[in-house]
């Protein structure tokens, strides 16, 4: 499997609200630390006037608040934006990166986390399956392959599916989302113009729950397979193919062009 495809981001982003935001939480970490350190009533920490142990104890915790504060403020404000490429994308932990980096999407935040819920079903069904299966068969039969190959086909399907979730979400403009939105926004564009980029936004919100739903689908094809598996002691060739679960992942991967 490959490794995570990352592309940067330009030279040197500007601050961005999430920059802001870390760098404010650093800061009032070290003020917050200082304020513990030096404070009467605390740990009450004085410099001048103080034994020699407790003056260099102090100034040493001065010293490296500065270094911290200019480091990390520095570090911050260089730091390249990552972005994980939707076509780099070869594992599962790529997929879960990817969603992940788009968690700050307020519009989506529940459907973020409702997908990464649904990986996590996907891959514990998968493997119980597969599980029960090797007490029925050894993992070199014929059997055993081929249901083996209907869960790969199944989850084929729900990461194709995911990858169009992806494409959708890097597509979503959420600033310009809000802004059209914002109140006073017809002052700036006709009523033609703010329902026209409504609906255009309502389409990929809709998208994406819909997609959301038929992985939800795929996923219920393999609780029906770990029904039907979980009934027989053995199995010969034709009446695997026989079996309901069976059928219907072979009619849904001859529908994969339906997800991409």
């Known amino acids: 499997m490959g490794s995570v495809g990352i592309c940067e981001k330009g030279e040197r982003k500007s601050v961005t609200t999430k920059k802001i935001i870390k760098m404010a939480g650093l800061n009032i970490a070290i003020a917050t630390i200082n304020v513990m350190l030096f404070s009467p009533g605390l740990l009450n920490i004085h410099i001048v006037g103080a034994n020699a142990f ?16 200019i480091y990390g403020n520095y570090k911050l404000l260089t730091a390249k934006e990552m972005v994980i490429q939707t076509s780099e994308i070869k594992t599962t932990e790529d997929y879960l990166n990817a969603l992940k980096q788009h968690y700050d999407k307020k519009v989506f935040e529940g459907d973020i986390t409702a ?17 029960i299966l090797l007490q029925k068969f050894n993992y070199t039969e014929m059997s055993y392959k081929k249901f083996e190959g209907a869960i790969s086909a199944v989850e084929n399907v729900f990461y194709i599916n995911l990858k169009s979730i992806l494409n959708k979400l890097n597509a ?21 113009f703010i329902q026209t980029k409504m609906n255009i936004y309502k389409e990929y919100i809709l998208f994406v729950k819909s997609s959301i739903e038929d992985n939800e689908q795929i996923i219920l094809k393999l609780d029906k397979l770990l029904l039907e598996v979980s009934k027989f002691n053995s199995l010969e060739d034709g009446e695997i193919e026989n079996m309901s679960a069976i059928k219907e992942i072979d009619e849904l991967t001859t529908q994969t062009k339906y997800y991409k």
Do not use: C, P
Request: proline share 0%; hydrophobic share 40%; aromatic share 10%.
């Open 115 to 131: 997908i990464l819920e649904q990986i996590e079903r996907l891959q514990k069904k998968g493997e119980l399956i597969k599980d």
């Open 54 to 69: 407790a003056t260099a104890f102090g100034g040493t915790a001065i010293l490296m608040s500065i270094v911290l504060f």
């Open 172 to 192: 979503f403009d959420e600033d310009d989302y809000d802004r059209i939105r914002r109140k006073g926004a017809e002052k700036a564009f006709t009523t033609e």
